[in-house]
């Protein structure tokens, strides 16, 4: 039987208080991107809102929740990132439906996103009040405090995993939280909302709102709404942001890309072309930090191509449930649409495709799906759309550098900063050019090694604050200081 297999009369209604709703509102269908077919349909309604908030609202004061230990929230935290690991293979299977990644990848990010609830879980056991001392007779005691409801806006191209992102640090500080994933991939963010209810933690604590982006802005400006974490595109955040930031909320954005991966003329090049081939087409392309610019030295640049070709004719294109396949579909016929754009206007514009742009061959029950070959396009400068626009697919563009300025000053030359990396030998580049990029995460000499200990964001249009790491502690939280005299007051009107 194919794992894949599901009715379409599977729906997906808002998981609010504890359960999920009744059918209502506009049905979305959901379509599987390996297919071009029907699965199930999602259901658009715009009622949840007030419910969700509401629900989270209660559940942020009720004493079930808000008087817990934080050793208590660690140990549901522990339990959620436990039934995560154990529901991996359902969790990945929802996933892929929703963005086309194998299903052995999903399953493996699944089972890497519980312990995003484990690590969050012991930074709760060892996290403490700072004291200060202010004077010999007083005291400051700094404190973090949760900030009350969170919206968590998540992207399709990883509902739950970056999901996780946000409601583990959130749980972890006390907040009540409403997950908002994209209308047409709600599936794995549900089952996450059940397996907290599971878990043990309260009715409503953690809430699921299915929507659009009308949705999205209710939820963002509801009075009782604290907090908006959110990624996605560039333009879409800031709209939201513009108006979040001016109820006087909180804002978190994880937005746009386009990571440059540069390969100076000392660099391992086996090791370099094995980590651009996984760096710009893992989740085919679909990924905010993606390697969608190589920059080659000079004197490296028709060994690497060479070499880059070869490699990325290794990836097998297939449907997300065979174990063979190493990457499937985009998400759905949008984004097919869109990077077959890019591809034709960087063609006429003067762009060189050695490798791909079309359509692979697939089997016949696929041939509706929103298939794309790995493509790497060569002979493009820093002004073309393909080279400045984040494109979210299997599309990669190669140029050509000859000094160490130049490579920095075309990894620099767009509005994103979200993520580089770069190939040397030389400590001293490793040390300069590290500082000079501008990006929250520079990779030396590997590429997309995200780790949860390690904080997360972007400079420039990627983003605003930070997540994962300690740092995300932060960003869900809010400092008191409370300050404590134990000497007798001072009268400044005594004399």
């Known amino acids: 039987?194919?794992?894949?297999?599901?009715?379409?009369?599977?729906?997906?209604?808002?998981f609010v208080d504890?359960?999920?709703?009744?059918?209502?509102?506009?049905?979305?269908?959901?379509?599987?991107?390996?297919?071009?077919?029907?699965?199930?349909?999602?259901?658009?309604?715009?009622?949840a809102v007030e419910l969700a908030v509401e629900s989270a609202s209660n559940a942020y004061a009720s004493a079930a929740w808000a008087e817990l230990a934080p050793a208590e929230r660690a140990a549901l935290l522990r339990k959620l990132g436990d039934l995560i690991a154990s529901n991996a293979e359902a969790l990945g299977r929802l996933e892929s439906l929703a963005n086309g990644k194998s299903h052995a990848a999903t399953a493996a990010e699944m089972r890497a996103t519980s312990q995003w609830y484990h690590f969050y879980a012991s930074a709760l056991e060892t996290h403490d009040d700072v004291l200060r001392t202010v004077s010999r007779t007083m005291e400051a005691r700094v404190i973090r405090e949760p900030l009350g409801v969170v919206v968590a806006i998540t992207p399709f191209n990883g509902a739950l995993s970056l999901g996780s992102w946000k409601l583990a640090p959130a749980l972890a500080m006390g907040n009540s939280v409403i997950l908002k994933p994209p209308a047409d991939a709600p599936g794995s963010s549900i089952m996450l909302a059940d397996l907290a209810l599971q878990a043990g933690f309260p009715k409503g604590v953690v809430n699921v709102a299915i929507g659009d982006a009308v949705v999205s802005e209710k939820l963002a400006t509801h009075p009782k709404v604290a907090m908006v974490s959110f990624t996605g595109s560039t333009a879409t955040a800031r709209v939201l942001g513009s108006k979040v930031a001016g109820g006087m909320k909180r804002f978190v954005c994880e937005a746009g890309g386009k990571s440059a991966?540069?390969?100076?003329?000392?660099?391992?090049?086996?090791?370099?072309?094995?980590?651009?081939?996984?760096?710009?087409?893992?989740?085919?392309?679909?990924t905010c930090v993606a390697g969608s610019r190589v920059l080659v030295h000079a004197s490296l640049y028709d060994a690497f191509v060479e070499r880059y070709i070869a490699s990325a004719r290794r990836i097998r294109i297939g449907h997300p449930a065979s174990a063979k396949s190493h990457i499937g579909p985009v998400a759905s016929r949008r984004q097919y649409d869109r990077i077959n754009a890019y591809i034709a206007e960087a063609v006429a514009t003067g762009g060189r495709?050695?490798?791909?742009?079309?359509v692979p061959s697939v089997d016949s029950e696929l041939a509706e799906g929103f298939w794309i070959e790995p493509t790497i396009i060569v002979d493009v400068t820093n002004d073309m759309r393909i080279c400045r626009e984040e494109i979210f697919g299997p599309v990669v563009t190669v140029q050509r550098f000859q000094t160490e300025d130049e490579a920095v000053a075309i990894a620099n030359g767009v509005e994103y900063g979200l993520a580089a990396g770069f190939w040397t030998k030389d400590l001293h580049r490793a040390r300069r050019v590290s500082r000079l990029l501008q990006a929250g995460t520079v990779w030396v000499n590997t590429y997309r090694a995200i780790n949860l200990r390690v904080p997360f964001g972007g400079y420039k249009q990627s983003g605003i604050g930070r997540e994962n790491g300690l740092e995300a502690l932060e960003e869900f939280s809010q400092i008191k200081a409370v300050v404590t005299d134990y000497g007798p007051a001072a009268d400044p009107f005594a004399h």
């Open 353 to 358: 495709i050695v490798l791909g742009g079309g």
């Open 261 to 286: 991966h540069i390969v100076f003329e000392d660099a391992d090049l086996d090791s370099a072309v094995i980590a651009a081939t996984q760096g710009a087409f893992s989740g085919t392309g679909q």
């Open 18 to 47: 504890g359960r999920k709703l009744p059918v209502q509102g506009q049905p979305l269908p959901l379509v599987d991107p390996s297919t071009g077919k029907i699965w199930a349909h999602s259901y658009v309604d715009e009622s």
């Open 1 to 14: 039987m194919n794992p894949f297999e599901s009715k379409s009369d599977t729906t997906f209604t808002s």
